[in-house]
């Protein structure tokens, strides 16, 4: 784990690599997320072209066990947009 956090602190990359993202991007972000804030997330989120972003409050960064049925909306909500 710990390699794994360094990886994370020491690449430098991600916003060049979001601009580069062509497929529809949804960004959940956990509102009391530590390691990953939100406003961080959202300033992330606002260069992947034409992405979705979900905000759960309440949440960190494992919203997916802290708040699985706002998570679990989230995923479906965007899922479901893809159906016509």
């Not at 961080?40 to 949440?59: F, R, V, W």
């Amino acid at each position: 784990l710990g390699n794994d956090l360094e990886a994370c602190n020491v690449y430098q990359n991600g916003m060049n690599a979001a601009k580069n993202i062509l497929c529809p991007t949804l960004c959940i972000i956990g509102s009391d997320d530590k390691m990953a804030p939100a406003r961080k997330g959202m300033g992330l989120a606002s260069t992947i072209p034409e992405s979705k972003t979900e905000i759960i409050h309440n949440c960190g960064h494992m919203m997916l066990l802290e708040d699985s049925n706002a998570s679990l909306k989230a995923l479906k909500g965007h899922l479901n947009s893809f159906e016509s």
